[in-house]
């Protein structure tokens, strides 16, 4: 069994009478497949983006039988205005609740918010919940800020209430450090690992002990920065006992691993080497099976990587399968004759 718990989805179309700022989606000629064009992004849609039969069959080829399915990551504009961000989200969360309803035990839809407006946005949360929707995606950051300002904080503790997860999904913002080629490699990785971070430092993690939250491609650059800050937290090596006289910024609160392991990661990381360091960093109950399907190739079949490392079959059912249903806060469910 394995859930796939960062795969994406696009609606088939937009209303007729949308604001121009929307996004439109426009028929390819002689194909199933749409054109998303949205501001300077033009991207080619498959027909699995938004038709669910044409899912359930990409997940019985590549050996999935749950998928969580969050909004492609262009749509999280919060660049946007407020009113017509919120009206963007209602109509993505629309389309997502009835994609998923075709197949409710294989199809799990997460919503988005117009984060523009952290008010509105918190209270957006309770009609994402009763429509269905198992929680909600935000970017790694809004319009540039870090989503660990305390601006935001209305969100998470409103999430955390309503024990709605969150995925944060790394939204890669221009810099003239890189060039724009590496938008979606080295840029990503450093969105993560700010992302992460911001929860950490900004005092979110702190004011909700008992949010669910997961990061996209294993927050990037976050796991490897964590030994440094342990360090300074506590002035130890390898995680042993604090030695408060050498730590240089002294914290008698949780130290930056104990909070790293409230947290959930994906492990779409692409070897094998840096998925036995979050295993052995985190541990195996804190790891998520992701693919970024369709937007990228899954493994064929889903999760080979995983199955390669020889590990013992309870890590393994956490990765794949047990760890999804807790970071989601529902019971595991089992797809009929899988």
Aim: one cysteine or more.
């Amino acid at each position: 069994m394995l859930v796939d718990a960062h795969a994406h989805l696009l609606p088939y179309d937009y209303p007729a009478d949308a604001p121009e700022c929307f996004p439109r989606m426009q028929p390819v000629d002689g194909d199933t497949a749409r054109t998303l064009l949205f501001g300077a992004t033009k991207f080619r849609a498959r027909d699995v983006f938004f038709n669910a039969e044409r899912r359930i069959e990409a997940q019985d080829a590549s050996g999935v039988d749950v998928e969580v399915l969050t909004p492609m990551p262009p749509l999280l504009r919060y660049d946007l205005p407020a009113r017509d961000g919120a009206s963007l989200a209602r109509h993505v969360n629309e389309f997502t609740a009835t994609l998923c309803a075709a197949h409710p035990s294989r199809l799990i839809g997460f919503g988005m918010v117009a984060l523009q407006d952290p008010d509105t946005a918190a209270k957006e949360l309770t009609a994402i919940r009763d429509q269905g929707l198992r929680g909600v995606e935000i970017a790694s950051n809004i319009a540039g800020a870090s989503i660990g300002d305390e601006r935001f904080l209305p969100l998470f503790a409103e999430a955390e209430r309503l024990g709605l997860p969150i995925f944060v999904h790394a939204m890669p913002t221009a810099t003239d450090r890189l060039p724009a080629g590496a938008m979606g490699t080295y840029v990503v990785g450093i969105e993560g690992a700010l992302a992460a971070a911001s929860l950490v430092t900004g005092g979110t993690a702190a004011k909700c002990p008992e949010l669910r939250i997961a990061f996209s491609h294993a927050a990037g650059g976050y796991p490897l920065m964590l030994p440094r800050a342990q360090y300074f937290w506590g002035g130890s090596w390898n995680e042993e006992p604090p030695v408060p006289e050498r730590a240089v910024m002294p914290d008698d609160g949780p130290s930056p691993l104990e909070y790293a392991r409230r947290f959930y990661y994906d492990s779409l990381v692409f070897d094998r080497r840096a998925l036995r360091y979050l295993i052995d960093l985190f541990g195996a109950d804190r790891l998520l099976v992701g693919s970024d399907f369709p937007a990228m190739p899954r493994e064929d079949p889903a999760g080979a990587t995983l199955r390669s490392m020889d590990l013992p079959e309870d890590v393994l059912a956490n990765i794949t399968w047990d760890n999804a249903f807790r970071w989601l806060g529902i019971d595991p469910v089992r797809s009929p004759g899988r």
